[in-house]
Every structure is written in structure tokens, then in C-alpha cells.
T-cell receptor, first 119, second 114 residues
Framework: GAVVSQHPSWVICKSGTSVKIECRSLDFQATTMFWYRQFPKQSLMLMATSNEGSKATYEQGVEKDKFLINHASLTLSTLTVTSAHPEDSSFYIC??????WGPGDQPQHFGDGTRLSIL | DQQVKQNSPSLSVQEGRISILNCDYTNSMFDYFLWYKKYPAEGPTFLISISSIKDKNEDGRFTVFLNKSAKHLSLHIVPSQPGDSAVYFCAASASISGNTPLVFGKGTRLSVIA
């Protein structure tokens, strides 16, 4: 089945540094990738929709200058948390969408997530 | 405004019994629904889906029921096993194609007690 690889799985870094998270679709081309954030005991909150070759579409309340998204190829999207602070600590999950899917399929394949801890 | 609601944050069931997880939605444009299972520090794992043209879909121990008029769906797990203990998310999509993202509920933590 389709696999999405997310790296790194866990990051601990000092406040003020920038952190890059990679999301790769391993066996399919993903024209669209999504980035989610999950707080403890909360739902998956969509942060942005990333389309290959164009600018990401951010959800209301998500700072685009804070969370830089690049989707330079059909198999790779990156999320960079710039000048990270403790309040950015969270679990970030990416998902990739296959170009064609139908009933019985799942429209999005998820990575295993990245736990970001800012000290 | 939450478009997908899972009103029970947690559920405990004895091993071998049926687990019923509920989900309600408000957006009548949703036409495809999915259930995901999630362990801590892992991404969601797809379980089962249902299109709005059906009212039931079954896959092994998992069955999803859809009541469009009530805007309600449920996931039945029978028999429940300890390995089923996880957080279950209900998700909905307004389009079977295109770039429409999934909308998730807040999840229900299922504990299956041996």
C-alpha cells in the first residue's frame, strides 16, 4: 500500500532555532500534501494545504511566515518552523493525497508524525 | 464551529463485547466518511470508509453505519480486542476527488479491558 515517510520522528531543540520536517510519498505521486498539528487530547487540526509547484494555502490563524511550507516535487513537502518557541511544541503530521482514488480507498495517507519539543 | 463531532471522549468496553463509536456531522456537503485509529506518537491508520450512497460497509470486525438523514455515523467493532485500544477519529470529506482536505472529529479513546 501507499506509504508516506515523515522525518524526523522526534526533535528537541532550543528556543529560537528553526526546524525542518520532511514528508515524502514513497510509492506514489502526491500533487497535494496536508500538514496537521495535534495538541494533547485534541483533534488533528489542519494547518495548510500544500500543492506541488505553487504556494501553500494556510488555514485561518496559522502564520505563514512562522510555518514555511515548500512542495518542490511530487514526492516531497517540507514544513519549516521558524524561530521556534515553546508554544510551538506539538505533534505535527503530514499526509499525502494520491491523484486518483475512489470508493473504498482512503483519500489521504498519513506519515507517522513528528514530535517537536522546544526548550 | 465543529463540523465533525465525536461527543464521547472515551469509551471502555470488555474484551469480546461490541464497541460502538459515534460521530455526528453538520455539513450536508460531506459525502465520504472515514474512520482512523491512532496510537500515541504515530500517524493515523485508516480503518474503514463509507460513501454517502451506502448506509453500511463491513470489513472483518469493523462495520460502519451511515444515517444521512440524521447526519450520523457509527463504527462497530465486534468482538473487541485489547489491541483495539487506541484513539479513533471520525473524518469527513466534501468531495471524493480534488484537494478537499479531511475534517476530523476530536477523537474517542477506546479502552478494551481484558
Amino acid at each position: 500500500g501507499a506509504v508516506v515517510s515523515q522525518h524526523p520522528s522526534w526533535v528537541i531543540c532550543k528556543s529560537g532555532t528553526s526546524v525542518k520536517i520532511e514528508c515524502r510519498s514513497l510509492d506514489f505521486q502526491a500533487t497535494t500534501m496536508f500538514w496537521y498539528r495535534q495538541f494533547p487530547k485534541q483533534s488533528l487540526m489542519l494547518m495548510a494545504t500544500s500543492n506541488e509547484g505553487s504556494k501553500a494555502t494556510y488555514e485561518q490563524g496559522v502564520e505563514k511566515d512562522k510555518f514555511l511550507i515548500n512542495h518542490a516535487s511530487l514526492t516531497l513537502s517540507t514544513l519549516t518552523v521558524t524561530s521556534a518557541h515553546p508554544e510551538d511544541s506539538s505533534f505535527y503530521i503530514c499526509s499525502a493525497r494520491e491523484s486518483f482514488w475512489g470508493p473504498g480507498d482512503q483519500p489521504q495517507h498519513f506519515g507517522d508524525g513528528t514530535r517537536l519539543s522546544i526548550l | 464551529d465543529q463540523q465533525v463531532k465525536q461527543n464521547s471522549p472515551s469509551l471502555s468496553v470488555q474484551e469480546g463485547r461490541i464497541s460502538i463509536l459515534n460521530c455526528d456531522y453538520t455539513n450536508s456537503m460531506f459525502d465520504y466518511f472515514l474512520w482512523y485509529k491512532k496510537y500515541p506518537a504515530e500517524g493515523p491508520t485508516f480503518l474503514i470508509s463509507i460513501s454517502s450512497i451506502k448506509d453500511k460497509n463491513e470489513d472483518g470486525r469493523f462495520t460502519v453505519f451511515l444515517n444521512k438523514s440524521a447526519k450520523h455515523l457509527s463504527l462497530h467493532i465486534v468482538p473487541s480486542q485489547p489491541g483495539d485500544s487506541a484513539v479513533y477519529f471520525c473524518a469527513a470529506s466534501a468531495s471524493i476527488s480534488g484537494n478537499t482536505p479531511l475534517v476530523f472529529g476530536k477523537g474517542t479513546r477506546l479502552s478494551v479491558i481484558a
